[in-house]
Nanobody, 122 residues
Framework: QVQLVESGGGLVQAGGSLTLSCVSS????????MAWFRQAPGKEREFVAV????????QYGDSSKGRFTISRDNAKKMVYLQMNNLNPEDTAVYYC???????????????WGQGTQVTVSS
């Protein structure tokens, strides 16, 4: 089984920045497309960003484009999400996900981390 563990969440003021990290136990991490999703209480899981297995392409959700940057380090088996200009609407549990198929749909990804809380105060 592949384990994904997120870290880096916390409390930040509006306008601030935060970088999330996700480490994978996958043997062939470079074969997995990696994505970030988020979910606030009472809301559906929302696509944030995805990066292709070899890092050749990225895609962002409407709420994150222009503010967030997804990146990966295959040698370290890690995925990152740099978040800038945060606002209270970004408050949610952020999840790292991985799979053999690149998609913006949560159900496509078989591997998930436990999530890390990001809280943005106004």
């Amino acid at each position: 089984q592949v384990q994904l563990v997120e870290s880096g969440g916390g409390l930040v003021q509006a306008g601030g920045s935060l970088t999330l990290s996700c480490v994978s136990s996958a043997r062939a991490f470079h074969n997995y497309h990696m994505a970030w999703f988020r979910q606030a209480p009472g809301k559906e899981r929302e696509f944030v960003a995805v990066i292709s297995a070899y890092g050749g392409g990225t895609q962002y959700g409407d709420s994150s484009k222009g503010r967030f940057t997804i990146s990966r380090d295959n040698a370290k088996k890690m995925v990152y999400l740099q978040m800038n200009n945060l606002n209270p609407e970004d408050t949610a549990v952020y999840y790292c996900a991985g799979g053999a198929v690149l998609s913006t749909a949560p159900r496509v990804y078989p591997n998930w981390g436990q999530g890390t809380q990001v809280t943005v105060s106004s």
